[in-house]
């Protein structure tokens, strides 16, 4: 098989999502910056960022999820401003110690959550996996 194919393949595994089907049975995510879909044996976290309303969680399964309900929308961790997806993901994947205070918006008042340490781990996709390696070249 031609170098090649291979390369745009593993290009588009790699620019399809930073959240792909990862390793284990029950556990896949999808999404973007902007935009997540989170899911492990039956847990599921669906939020997004992209309309300038915040972060938005669009539904959690079961509900509520370490807190979070659908429509809930997440204003701050630790007392840090939030507005990106991204930046949430990030705050929670360095957040090393416990109690995390997440401040959201629900129901028209303001709520903390305190989440533990396993409790912002558990918020968190996992990485993708990493691309496969690139057939050796050739032999002639």
Known sequence: MPVRPIL???????LAAPFVALAGEHM???GSDEDM???DDGHELVMHSHDGSGIVVDSTQ???????RGGDVVLSLDGRG???LHDLMDALRRHDKSPA???????GGVVS????AADCK???PPPPPSPPAPPPPPQN
Do not use: M, Q
């Open 8 to 14: 745009k393949i593993a290009a588009c595994f790699i």
């Open 28 to 30: 896949h995510g999808s």
């Open 37 to 39: 879909v989170w899911s």
């Open 62 to 68: 079961p509900s509520p999820y370490h807190g979070l």
């Open 82 to 84: 939030l507005t990106r």
């Open 101 to 107: 205070i997440l401040r959201v918006r629900r129901d």
């Open 113 to 116: 959550l305190t989440l533990s």
């Open 122 to 124: 558990a918020l968190v």
